[in-house]
């Protein structure tokens, strides 16, 4: 009996061995397995790579789009995940490539979507239009798609379009409005569109869900790129402008008034367009802390400066080496956005309403001299024009048109009561009202009579006439001038 046990007891040490020997084969060939993937896994062969699939992808045409030319994406989406788990891995060398490739991202979601609006528009045309967010419209089809919600009526409907697709109660309402009367409910779908379909949803919130990834990834890295627009508006938010910009030179080259809308959502024709604060442009800029935690009255007019604000600290921090986080100027500019909002929402103040002063019976201010009386002239109508002002008693007023064509009254100016009134024709006037002439007009003056002058002496040499003396010249302009004209009043007032 005691060799039987003692075999038997050999026989279980052997095995005991043999199964330690295999799981330490086994744990041997895992470690060799993972450090071969790691030895072949290069983030920055994959990253190029993951590049140019995406920018291949973003030229073809929805409705050439195939399920093997999609297929190809989601290995690098995994990739790409696997890059955003290392921490190992610089930051700053891996930026230029999430820089370029978050746009390219983008535009594969946009690419998916309007597929998806080609495959799904027959069985449902209107839900591009009432749903415009690519991830809400991939989640509402597989809701609608999926067997037990079906039925419109349902309240289970409601439920999941709420909780999984996110959509509003107003969105709801209009959606299930819709859904009676251009949803063909009686029409499925085929199983090759049903396959497309359901493959181009899990790419599409595989997309968007790397973009999230990506984003909360360089979230947390931003302050060593951008610290003075990570110090202003925070840094999930800062991260949100950069990615969408696709690096902080590219968003600093962004206008401040095109800031505030990045990240806005289409515009939905049941909704409104401004709500009590009067923005339109509610983008990421908009759920900052430096706006929602004042008053709604001031949003506007905080929107606006944090703009302003925020697009200096981004050629701040576009302009600044690597490695440098000096946020002097993000401090300066947040402590002012502080102090103009504090101010802005403070309640304006009360003034007490002042009586009126007092009116003083004090004599006016005469003046009087030689001086005072000579610049008083100046103002002063001339006798004739007073007696234009006036008319005689019972009698027809003589008139004469103006070079405008209109009736202009005589008065008594050219009646016979004029000698009455001592206004005679040859009477001298008074030159205290008449304008004069300045040393500089008259100097022009007489060159432009001297250039008149050899204008006409050329004139006589042009026509071979005889040549005309200056005295000539003078006569000739008597002999043309009226020299009643320079006695009659008019003259005087041309």
């Known amino acids: ?12 040490y052997d095995l005991a061995d043999e199964v330690n020997e295999e799981k330490e084969d086994i744990q041997t060939k895992k470690l060799t397995t993972v450090n071969c993937q790691t030895e072949k896994f290069n983030p920055f062969e994959i990253l190029p790579e993951s590049i140019e699939l995406f920018r291949t992808l973003a030229l073809i045409s929805p409705d050439r789009l195939s399920l093997s030319e999609t297929a190809q994406i989601l290995p690098k989406i995994v990739d790409l995940k696997r890059i955003l788990q290392q921490q190992e891995i610089d930051f700053i060398k891996l930026l230029p490539f999430f820089n370029e490739i978050i746009p390219l991202i983008k535009s594969n979601i946009k690419l998916m979507h309007n597929f998806l609006i080609s495959l799904y528009s027959r069985r449902f045309p209107e839900l591009s239009s009432l749903i415009p967010s690519p991830l809400q419209y991939s989640k509402v089809i597989s809701i609608l798609e999926n067997e037990n919600y079906s039925k419109n009526e349902s309240d289970e409907l409601f439920f999941h379009l709420e909780n999984k697709a996110k959509l509003t109660r107003e969105q ?9 009367t251009s949803f063909k409910n009686k029409e499925p779908l085929d199983i090759k569109t049903r396959t497309q379909i359901l493959e181009a949803n899990s790419i599409l919130e595989n997309l968007w869900k ?4 990506i984003g909360q990834y360089i979230a947390s890295k931003i302050s060593i ?64 802390d430096m706006i929602q935690k004042f008053p709604v009255s001031v949003h506007k007019q905080m929107l606006r400066m944090l703009c302003a604000k925020v697009s200096l600290a981004a050629r701040v921090d576009a302009g600044q080496k690597n490695g440098d986080r000096n946020t002097v100027l993000a ?52 006798h004739v024009r007073q007696l234009q002002n006036r008319m005689e008693f019972g009698k027809q007023e003589q008139t004469v048109l103006d070079s405008y064509g209109e009736e202009v009254g005589l008065g008594m100016s050219n009646t016979s009561l ?77």
């Open 225 to 288: 790129i951008a610290p003075n627009v990570c110090f202003l508006v925070g840094p999930e938010i800062a991260a949100q402008l950069i990615a969408h910009a696709g690096g902080v030179l590219e968003f600093s080259r962004i206008p401040s008034c095109n800031i505030a809308s990045i990240g806005k959502n289409k515009h939905l024709s049941h909704e409104l367009h401004t709500l009590e604060s009067g923005v339109r442009q509610e983008g990421y800029l908009f759920a900052s």
């Open 418 to 494: 004029q000698q009455a009134v001592g206004a005679t024709s040859g009477s001298r006037r008074s030159a205290g009202n008449q304008a004069k002439l300045t040393k500089a007009m008259k100097h022009r003056i007489s060159e432009a009579n001297q250039q008149a002058d050899e204008f006409l002496i050329s004139l006589g040499h042009n026509t071979e006439q005889p040549n005309l003396s200056p005295e000539m010249v003078q006569m000739h302009k008597k002999q043309h001038t009226n020299p009643e004209e320079e006695t009659n009043w008019f003259s005087g007032h041309g």
């Open 1 to 12: 009996m005691s060799s039987e046990e003692d075999y038997f007891d050999e026989l279980e």
């Open 210 to 213: 790397l973009q999230e990834d």
């Open 331 to 382: 401090h300066k500019w947040k402590a002012e956005l502080s102090k103009k909002a504090r101010k802005l929402s403070e309640a304006p103040s009360i003034s007490e309403t002042k009586a009126l002063p007092i009116p003083e019976d004090q004599p006016k201010k005469k003046r009087a001299g030689r001086k005072f009386r000579k610049y008083k002239e100046k103002f002063r109508l001339s």
């Open 172 to 180: 709801i309402l209009v959606l299930t409005m819709s859904m009676k």
